[in-house]
């Protein structure tokens, strides 16, 4: 399949790139914000238009020639990157702001890029301003241009007729037909029993944690390039970037997630915003990592996100990530600090762990390995037969414990009744019920006979006469 044409949103902060990527996309899925600079590293989505498919990126705003901090630096870099990348660029430059010089400075560093290049001439809110807007951005003698409000919507159709037209003149017989896209890479999957002997097409998997713990470095990693900007500085990042990679066959979406810090914590108006869009990304996700810093305490927080995690129904792997801080190390380390873990986390008892090293790629490839396998956990079928033999067995090793009443209830079968995740239906003499820990001595035993690791099962009680 050929590549799709790469179109990127250059330009300076609060021009409205953002804004407009979300819209020519048709989903929030940029963080929109009026903070400058808001967009830091890169995002990126397919678009298709009058038959004609391309890969649009928003990319962070430029704020000077010569950076104040390391992460304006890298924002810099990484926004020139997706430029040289680029099959087209759109400069995107404000009509309440007019034309600056900064405007002009990076449309010259634009041009050396000898690239086609389209003004995107935003904010033109009110169709009346439409031609002074064209007069004033008429200097900067791009023949390419078009006004538009990325807020409203109006001028949007005409910059896509102006990118398709731009794209045929390029790729004469390069453009991607909509049957032959992979559009279905970007769009949420929630798999059904039709997936049952197979993997979905894309398993999405969702890395989170609070801040500083190494997610946005293991994302880099994970597939083996600068995705994601690095900083010490807490909150560094905002949107939500994701990268697809193959794993065996397997096509797996990471998505790196905004740092998750207690409530009370919470910044800027702009923070709280990130941080609901980690869990939206969270809750369509297949897969969780719950990365944690081991070299420090675990923490309430940590705590608090891995009951979260546990109330989303995901399947969860714990990384204990920055392993490679850990001094003096034996062989029985790992035991010590999987004990430390489940101690302080017991209802992720059930949950994968892998001490892996972001800045070292220790056991990094093994994260994906565990993806997959836990994601097919959560179709696993035990037969009747099977289920039958297992609850006999597990009864006499241990008498059912009642919740109330005298008696101890009697337990007539037990029968899977779906997947994703596994759940179990038993049943149970009427006017009986079975006490809560019973339960979960029942999900123990199915993991240790039948497995179903990193994925939370379901057991519901039926009680008949």
């Given at each position: ?52 498919e391309f890969e649009l990126v928003d990319t962070g705003g430029f704020v000077g020639t010569e950076p104040d901090n390391d992460i304006d630096a890298a924002t810099l870099r990484i926004a020139s990157e997706q430029a040289e990348a680029a099959d087209i660029l759109i400069l995107v430059v404000s009509h309440i702001d007019g034309l600056l010089g900064f405007d002009i400075e990076i449309l010259h560093a634009l041009q050396r890029l ?352």
């Amino acid at each position: 399949m050929k590549e799709r044409p790469k179109v990127a949103l250059i330009g300076r902060v609060n021009v409205g790139k953002s804004t407009l990527f979300n819209k020519l996309i048709g989903e929030r899925k940029a963080l929109e914000s009026s903070v400058a600079g808001t967009t830091r590293d890169y995002n990126h989505a397919p678009v298709a238009w009058r038959d004609v498919e391309f890969e649009l990126v928003d990319t962070g705003g430029f704020v000077g020639t010569e950076p104040d901090n390391d992460i304006d630096a890298a924002t810099l870099r990484i926004a020139s990157e997706q430029a040289e990348a680029a099959d087209i660029l759109i400069l995107v430059v404000s009509h309440i702001d007019g034309l600056l010089g900064f405007d002009i400075e990076i449309l010259h560093a634009l041009q050396r890029l000898t690239k086609p290049i389209i003004v995107a001439i935003n904010k033109v809110d009110k169709p009346k301003d439409h031609e002074g807007a064209v007069l004033n951005f008429a200097e900067t003698g791009i023949t390419h241009t078009c006004t538009m409000s990325a807020t409203t919507g109006q001028g949007t159709g005409d910059l896509l007729d102006l990118i398709a037209t731009t794209i045929r003149d390029q790729f004469p017989t390069g453009v991607i037909s909509n049957d032959q896209s992979e559009e279905h890479l970007y769009k949420a999957l929630t798999p059904t029993d039709k997936h049952i002997k197979g993997q979905p097409d894309v398993l999405k998997l969702a890395i989170i944690g609070q801040p500083n713990v190494g997610k946005s470095s293991l994302l880099n990693a994970l597939v083996g390039k600068e995705r994601a900007i690095v900083s010490p500085t807490a909150h560094t990042t905002r949107d939500a970037h994701d990268e697809f990679i193959t794993h065996n066959n397997q096509t797996i979406q990471v998505i790196d997630t905004a740092g998750i810090r207690r409530r009370k914590q919470l910044g800027d108006v702009l923070e709280k915003f990130s941080i609901d869009l980690s869990l939206r990304n969270l809750r369509s996700a297949h897969v969780a990592l719950l990365v944690i810093d081991i070299s420090q305490p675990i923490t309430y927080q940590d705590k608090h996100l891995s009951e979260r995690l546990v109330e989303t129904g995901n399947s969860i792997i714990v990384i204990a990530n920055k392993w490679d801080l850990i001094p003096d190390k034996h062989t029985n380390t790992i035991n010590e600090y999987t004990t430390y873990i489940h101690k302080h986390m017991p209802w992720l008892m059930w949950a994968p762990i892998i001490f892996t090293s972001a800045e070292t790629k220790q056991r990094v490839t093994n994260i994906l390995d565990t993806t997959v396998a836990v994601w097919t956990e959560r179709f696993r079928r035990i037969d009747d037969n099977a289920l039958d033999k297992f609850i006999k067995k597990i009864i006499a090793k241990h008498k059912p414990s009642r919740d109330k009443g005298v008696a101890h209830p009697y337990v007539y079968r037990m029968r899977q009744t779906g997947v994703n995740p596994p759940h179990f239906e038993l049943t149970i003499k009427y006017k009986k019920s079975l006490h809560e820990s019973y339960v979960r001595f029942i999900k123990n035993q199915l993991r240790e006979q039948f497995g179903f690791a990193g994925t939370p099962i379901k057991i519901y009680i039926q009680s008949i006469k």
